[in-house]
C-alpha cells in the first residue's frame, strides 16, 4: 500500500515536544515495517501562525507570508526526519518529483509546503494523486468532519462515511462562517474529488490512531470514499 499521511504541525509537535515526534516517527516506522510506502506532508501549526500574525503586525505582504509558513512546515517536516533517521529521505522534498523519487527509492518522503496560496491540506491531496496513492490521511486535531463547525455548535454531528462531493459542500457550508475551523480546506476536497481519492480524516494526537486506520481501516473518524466504490481497500487487513 501506498499512503500519504497529512500531519498537522500542532499535531506533529505541539510545544515542539520531542517526544511527541519521536512517537509519530515509530508509527510512521511501523508501517513501513508492514509493507507501506509512506509519504508525509508536515504543517506548520502553532509556530507558524505565531510568526505569520507578528509579520502581519509588520504590514508584511500575504505572499511573503506564505513564504514564511512554508520555511516553519519545513522545519517541522526536518524535526521528523531526524526522528526517523535512515528511514527517511535526508531533507524535505521541495517539490512533488522529489517526494516521489523518495518512495521509488524505498525512503519515507517527508515535505512541508510547497507554493505560496496553497495550505499543507492541499499539497497532501495533489501528493496522493501525483504518487498515486492507495489513501490519504489526514491526521488533525478534530475527530473528523462535521455537518457544522464543531467549535460553534453544539450539536454538530460528525460523518462516519461521506463522498469527496458531500465533503466539498460541507466545507462550503462551513467556510461560510466567519472563523470558521475544518479539518480539510476547500482545494484538497476538489482534489480529493477530481482524483477519486480515498480518504480517512481522524484526530491523529494519537500515533497509533494513524496506524490503525492505515493498516486496518479501523478509525473513529470520517471515511470519505469515491461516488462509486464505498468497499474496503483490499490492502487492509484483519486484526
Known sequence: MRVVVSLGGSVLAPGLDHERVAAHAAAIERLVDAGASVAV?????????????????????????????ISVTRLNARLLIGAL???????????????????????????????????TDAVSAALAEYAEADLLVYATSVPGVFDADPNEADGATRFDRMTARELVDVIVGTEM???ASTPVDLLAAKLIERSRMRAIVLDG???????DAVLYGEHEGTDVVPESSDGDLEQWAER
Do not use: C, F, W
Not at 519515507?108 to 505560496?116: C, I, L, S, Y
Not at 494526537?205 to 496506524?211: F, G, H, I, L, N
Open 41 to 69: 506532508v508536515v504543517g506548520g501549526g502553532e509556530v507558524a501562525r505565531e510568526y505569520i500574525d507578528a509579520a502581519r503586525a509588520l504590514d508584511v505582504n500575504e505572499i511573503a507570508l506564505d513564504d514564511m509558513g
Open 85 to 119: 533517521d535512515d528511514l527517511a529521505a535526508p531533507a524535505p522534498s521541495e517539490t512533488y518529483d522529489e517526494a516521489k523519487a523518495a518512495l521509488r527509492r524505498g525512503d519515507v518522503a517527508v515535505m512541508g509546503g510547497v507554493t505560496p496560496g496553497q495550505t
Open 177 to 179: 462562517t466567519a472563523g
Open 205 to 211: 494526537t494519537d500515533p497509533e490512531a494513524v496506524v
